[in-house]
């Protein structure tokens, strides 16, 4: 078990001020220089993130011939734990749920109404007033949706890179996939532009054949700027 401390609570506090995207935490790079930083004040997030093991280096990556260092949480109890402090800070007076089983389950079976009523109570508890610090509301989402996931120890993969461009997340449950794609709109109402955009990019395509896998679900969410809630659930 990770017990969180007073050092680890002010570094929950310094990403949530930062509005640091959570789902950067599944893949992300860094130089020689960046890691040896040591002014916490402008220490970029994933330095601080590795100085304090909570990223560990995966690999070396030459890049246009400089050296760069792939990141990675370490241990699936870490990336739990960690998960589950940033929502608690994305998501102010979050009441305990008994979601997590549902979710699993949801995810494995491909219940798409389940997941939704889910994620729906998940995002009724963002208080009125609250306001993000990053001020992309599109990011907020998007970190609460992973954290929240990240939270249960389901197997995902952010931002993922196809041969037509970066998904947004992909989740592995058994021998289902969920490739899912993120949009805020500006009114109340569903636009379809999530779903339509993993269509017409096929994200999808590089999972259908995927050893173990037997079904791929694309889902689409639309987040409304005006009501803070889910408007568009999409599936295919």
């Known amino acids: ?4 401390n007073r050092n680890a609570d002010l570094l929950i506090e310094l990403l949530t001020a930062r509005g640091f995207f959570t789902p950067q935490l599944e893949r992300t790079y860094a130089t020689h220089q960046l890691l040896g930083s040591f002014d916490v ?15 560990t280096i995966a690999r070396k990556v030459e890049e246009a011939g400089q050296l760069l260092y792939e990141l990675a949480i370490p241990n699936q109890e870490v ?19 008994e979601a997590t089983l549902n979710v699993l389950r949801a995810l494995r079976e491909g219940d798409s109404e389940t997941l939704r009523a889910e994620f729906d109570h998940l995002f009724a508890q963002i208080p009125y007033d609250w306001q993000y610090p990053l001020g992309h509301l599109e990011a907020y989402y998007a970190s609460l949706f ?10 995902l993969l952010a931002e993922a890179h196809t041969r037509d461009g970066r998904v947004d997340l992909v989740i592995q449950a058994g021998a289902t996939v969920w490739v899912v794609e993120f949009k805020v709109v500006a009114g109340e109402s569903a636009t379809g532009a999530a779903l339509a955009q993993l269509r017409a990019r096929d994200y999808a395509a590089a999972y259908r054949t995927a050893p173990g896998v037997t079904r791929v679900i694309e889902l689409g969410v639309e987040f409304s700027k005006t009501t803070r809630q889910i408007v568009g659930w999409m599936c295919a």
């Not at 078990?1 to 969180?4: E, I, L, S, W």
């Not at 990336?79 to 749920?97: I, M, Q, Y």
């Open 1 to 4: 078990m990770v017990v969180r």
């Open 41 to 55: 004040g402008t220490m970029p997030s994933e330095t601080l993130l590795w100085q304090t093991g909570y990223l």
């Open 79 to 97: 990336r739990v734990a960690l998960n589950e402090a940033l929502l608690d800070a994305l998501l102010p007076h979050r009441h305990e749920v």
């Open 146 to 155: 992973y954290s929240f996931l990240a939270s249960t120890g389901v197997r």
